[in-house]
């Protein structure tokens, strides 16, 4: 049985021109077309439609393979949740994001909560540069929380245009 969900996948970086009528091989139906990509679109690729189960495994690969960023949401359908999974070259796993409807990052209630505790306990413990040691570590504990924030909760990736190549 099959369930044929919303998709949306976007796609950018530097593709060989042999490569391009492979990519569109394997993209969602409704898209740039292989001519206005070989033009040039000055922009990221972005691809709609629908795939069994949100489906793009092959062509994330594809990408992963050729260095290409992308960003890939899968609408919410049934007992289904919308997600946003994005990757660019460098990173070592591609990361996965619960999202809205809309593929705007959303924030678990679990770790809003975090979030607030730690925030919590500095304020608890305030911004006293004796307590901290000094002023340098109380920027230094800031820094870390923010850091910490960014990991768990990442920004949206800006995906590059893509451009052919070669």
């Not at 609408?75 to 990757?87: F, G, I, K, L, V």
């Not at 911004?127 to 000094?134: A, I, M, Q, S, V």
Request: contains cysteine; hydrophobic residues 35%; aromatic residues 8%.
């Amino acid at each position: 049985m099959s369930e044929m969900i919303g998709v949306t996948f976007t796609v950018g970086g530097n593709i060989p021109v042999g490569l391009v009528k492979e990519l569109l091989a394997l993209t969602p139906e409704s898209g740039p077309s292989e001519q206005d990509i070989l033009e040039g679109l000055g922009e990221p690729a972005v691809f709609d439609g629908a795939e069994n189960y949100g489906n793009l495994d092959d062509l994330k690969a594809f990408c992963r393979v050729n260095k290409l960023s992308y960003m890939h949401h899968t609408d919410a359908m049934n007992e289904y949740s919308s997600d946003t999974e994005y990757w660019k070259p460098g990173m070592v796993v591609p990361v996965v994001v619960s999202s809205d409807q809309g593929g705007r990052f959303m924030v678990s209630m679990k770790e809003s909560r975090e979030l607030c505790n730690r925030i919590l306990r500095v304020a608890r413990q305030g911004l006293d540069p004796d307590f901290w040691g000094g002023y340098n570590q109380v920027l230094a504990r800031i820094n870390n929380l923010k850091e910490r924030i960014n990991k768990e909760m990442p920004l949206k990736p800006k995906i590059p245009a893509l451009k052919v190549v070669g």
